[in-house]
């Protein structure tokens, strides 16, 4: 996602007065003639597309400490979620539980590519003094998005989570892979989903899930 030796957007470096390059580049470069060519001709069957630079951060702590919980509180607006895989929801985030002791933090828009981990550096401060992590990971996967009245269809041909929508819902997230790459999957309807996927699995993602839904997309 970062590249800093390419330029693409001419920023002034205030700080040692100088202009320096800030190229943001999708995980999905290889795979863009492909995407293009699918979202040229897809359906309200199913429709693969990506959100790309959205803000992803690892936090990890004890929701036993009452100072842990209030630091995510003065920055997120909402507590992590102790329930198994659920989500919280504030101040523009979503917290994804991911474990016992770890979540998921995404932002619901693209940060700006002049400022590094803006999201990271609000959570390191809050955390100062408190057991707890933040760890921008941002660079090392991307979101997709998939909709269409045949997406739980495109995904259980790959994924063995129970994907009926009484069991598995907006306001739930869940880790699992898809075929043979791992994924934390996020209901945001009724026939759509975001998909975080690391970016060494990106271009197979795409390229076996596009494979897997062109029998169902008519």
């Known amino acids: 996602m970062w590249n800093e030796t390419k330029t693409a957007t001419s920023v002034v470096d205030r700080a040692v007065g100088r202009q320096t390059g800030v190229w943001q580049e999708s ?6 003639a492909l995407l293009k060519k699918h979202q040229a001709t897809a ?23 009452a100072a842990f919980v209030q630091a995510v509180k003065n920055v997120l607006g909402c507590p992590p979620p102790e329930k198994a895989n659920t989500i919280a929801r504030g101040n523009g985030y979503e917290m994804l539980w991911l474990g ?4 998921l933090v995404r932002s619901a828009v693209a940060h700006d590519a002049t400022r590094t981990a803006p999201l990271q550096a609000k959570l390191g401060a809050a955390f100062a ?12 996967y991307t979101v997709l998005e998939i909709t ?4 739980r269809e495109v995904l259980s041909r790959g994924c063995p989570l129970d994907l009926h929508p ?8 869940a880790q699992s892979h898809y075929f043979k790459a791992s994924m934390t999957l996020v ?9 975080i996927v690391r970016r060494s699995f990106a271009d197979y993602f795409v390229k076996i899930m596009l ?8």
């Open 100 to 103: 016992p002791d770890e979540w």
């Open 166 to 173: 009484k069991l598995f819902g907006e306001g739930q997230c």
């Open 211 to 218: 494979d897997a839904a062109e029998p169902l997309m008519s």
């Open 129 to 140: 003094g408190v057991f707890a992590s933040a760890v921008d990971i941002g660079s090392g």
């Open 187 to 195: 209901p945001t309807g009724a026939d759509s989903f975001d998909i």
């Open 43 to 65: 359906s309200t069957a199913f429709r693969l597309s990506e959100r790309p630079f959205l803000e992803l951060v690892n936090v990890r702590g004890d929701t036993r400490d």
């Open 27 to 32: 995980p999905l470069v290889g795979v863009d």
């Open 148 to 151: 269409g009245a045949r997406t």
